[in-house]
T-cell receptor
């Protein structure tokens, strides 16, 4: 069955380290998104991509970067991890525009010490 | 103007009761309003969605009521069950094509 996976599921890192969170989907969806979930803030968009080589900043993109070299993967990189980036990160994908159903991965819980 | 405000933050309902979660928005350009359901340790999943040309959409025990003039929409869960205990997010699609999510409501249905 087609699916969307994230790895690792849990990560503990230290302030200042570079961290990469993986997202892989097998639906062949053009659109992929990264969100962070924090209590009281809901889901906030970090970066998104509407296709290979396309990347765009969301509302909370500072300190994060993405690259899209193929349809299946959109890795999220924290250039220099900060304690404020401790959060649960969700990757999602959809077929067309963001109005179409977004399918979410299981999430990665990141702790920055 | 890009915000979606959701209330309450948490809700406790007895089994068989009605759960009501409300959302409000400012941007009149929003044109698609989905609700997502999230169980602990899982990613959110689409529950039900509505477009502003209708005032109500019902799927089983779940109903979205939409008031375009008031710029408000709500989720009603009829005959609430313990299995409905989850976090619910409303969202709206803006003119940039991205979804803007509300803050989330944690629902607990007591047996």
């Amino acid at each position: 069955d087609a699916e969307i996976t994230q790895s690792p599921r849990h990560k503990i890192t230290e302030t200042g380290r570079q961290v990469t969170l993986a997202c892989h989907q097998t639906w062949n969806h053009n659109n992929m998104f990264w969100y962070r979930q924090d209590l009281g803030h809901g889901l906030r968009l970090i970066h998104y991509s509407y296709g290979v080589q396309d990347t765009n900043k969301g509302e909370v993109s500072d300190g994060y970067s993405v690259s899209r070299s193929n349809t299946e993967d959109l890795p999220l990189t924290l250039e220099s991890a900060a304690s404020s980036q401790t959060s649960v990160y969700f990757c999602a994908s959809s077929v067309q525009g963001a109005s179409d159903t977004q399918y979410f991965g299981p999430g990665t819980r990141l702790t920055v010490l | 103007q890009q915000q979606v405000k959701q209330s309450p933050q948490s809700l406790i309902v007895q089994k068989g009761g009605i759960s009501i979660i409300n959302c409000a928005y400012e941007n009149t350009a929003f044109d698609y309003f989905p609700w997502y359901q999230q169980f602990p340790g899982k990613g959110p999943a689409l529950l039900i969605a509505i477009r502003p040309d209708v005032s109500e959409k019902k799927e089983g025990r779940f109903t979205i009521s939409f008031n375009k003039s008031a710029k408000q929409f709500s989720l009603h869960i009829m005959d609430s069950q313990p299995g409905d205990s989850a976090t619910y997010f409303c969202a709206a699609r803006g003119n940039t094509g991205k979804l803007i999510f509300g803050q989330g409501t944690t629902l607990q249905v007591k047996p």
